[in-house]
């Protein structure tokens, strides 16, 4: 089993800057490709960015293209979101997520997940 914990969220104004961080624990080898997802109230969960842990290969949906960055430091099992220029509509829960698969092309849909954390909280005003 994988445990996955998001932290770094909270209140920021419009333009400023996050950075989430999932720390994962446990079987760390039953997964090699990372995710993450944000759901606004009233909202599917969408996701933002993924990547896979063999390489240095991200992919980022439109929204978030050239204002966020994913990357992994694999020495602590550990996944971050840098988030800059923010929106007001990035305001959402943010969930960190991972599985096993072959390997990571594109962003993917919540159901493609195997393992979850809890989610952070992100506010922009």
């Known amino acids: 089993h994988v445990q996955l914990v998001e932290s770094g969220g909270g209140s920021v104004q419009a333009g400023g800057s996050l950075r989430l961080t999932c720390a994962a624990s446990g079987r760390t080898d039953s997964y090699n490709v990372m995710g993450w997802f944000r759901q606004a109230p009233g909202k599917e969960r969408e996701g933002v960015a993924a990547r896979y842990t063999g390489d240095d290969k991200a992919y980022y949906a439109d929204s978030v293209k050239g204002r966020f960055t994913i990357s992994l430091n694999n020495a602590k099992n550990t996944l971050y979101l840098q988030m800059s220029s923010l929106k007001p509509e990035d305001t959402a829960m943010y969930y960190c997520?991972?599985?096993?698969?072959?390997?990571?092309?594109?962003?993917?849909?919540?159901?493609?997940?195997?393992?979850w954390g809890q989610g952070t909280q992100v506010t922009v005003s």
């Open positions: 997520a991972a599985r096993r698969y072959s390997r990571c092309t594109r962003v993917r849909g919540s159901q493609w997940y195997k393992y």
